[in-house]
């Protein structure tokens, strides 16, 4: 069946240095990819996303890169501050209208000042 | 910015009560969720809500479950007869559209099923 996994459970990263956060998925028709970040306490908070038909996008500080020959995600941080300190999670939604988003099991990323 | 709201924040109820979790949407979306998150675990999809009836459902959302969006601000989950299991955080999430829109979440229901 479909799902979305990551590799890691935990990520500590020295402040100011770059994160990457990695994670795979099944399901190849798999249409669009969303980043969340997750604080303690609160929802899933929206990072940034991209479309199948795009290998790269970039936001303030976070980039997103897939690639769908593997169907690998990353999730790259830069410039990591103490405020990045979060679970992280990929989720996809299907093609064909799949209204659905299917999360993976999230990573923690520390900060350490 | 907009924001999804829910309430209560937390929610404690004896096994086999009633509970509904309130929330309300983005005001100009148009599709709806509800998503539960055991304690360290994945966020689980439940039940997607569109044109004022359920589009989606997993196998988590079962006869104990149902959805409600009562007037034009409102999206309810109702729980007929809890369980110790139902214990988990609760989110709405909202998005304007199918397709390339990201779900907008609420901070959550805390439920304690004692």
């Known amino acids: 069946g479909e799902s979305v996994g990551l590799h890691l459970p935990t990520l500590s990263v020295q402040e100011g240095d770059n994160s990457i956060i990695n994670c795979a998925y099944s399901n190849s028709a798999s249409d669009y990819f969303i980043w969340y970040k997750q604080e303690s306490g609160k929802g899933p908070q929206f990072i940034i996303d991209i479309r199948s038909n795009m290998d790269k996008r970039q936001g303030q500080r976070v980039t997103v890169l897939l690639n769908k020959t593997v169907k690998h995600l990353s999730l790259q941080i830069a410039a990591t501050q103490p405020g990045d300190s979060a679970v992280y999670f990929c989720?996809?939604?299907?093609?064909?209208?799949?209204?659905?988003?299917?999360f993976g099991t999230g990573t923690r990323l520390t900060i350490i000042p | 910015e907009p924001e999804v709201t829910q309430t209560p924040s937390h929610q404690v109820t004896q096994m086999g009560q009633e509970v509904i979790l309130r929330c309300v949407p983005i005001?100009?979306?148009?599709?709806f969720y509800w998503y539960r998150q055991i304690l360290g675990q994945k966020v689980e999809f439940l039940v997607s809500f569109y044109n004022n009836e359920i589009s989606e459902k997993s196998e988590i959302f079962d006869d104990q479950f149902s959805v409600e969006r009562p007037d034009g601000s409102n999206f309810t989950l109702k729980i007929r007869s809890t369980k110790l299991e139902d214990s988990a955080m609760y989110f709405c999430?909202?998005?304007?559209?199918?397709?390339?829109?990201?779900?907008?979440f609420g901070n959550g229901t805390r439920l304690t099923v004692t």
């Open positions: 999430a909202s998005s304007p559209g199918q397709g390339g829109s990201p779900l907008h």
């Open positions: 989720a996809e939604k299907g093609a064909l209208g799949n209204e659905k988003l299917t």
């Open positions: 005001s100009n979306h148009l599709y």
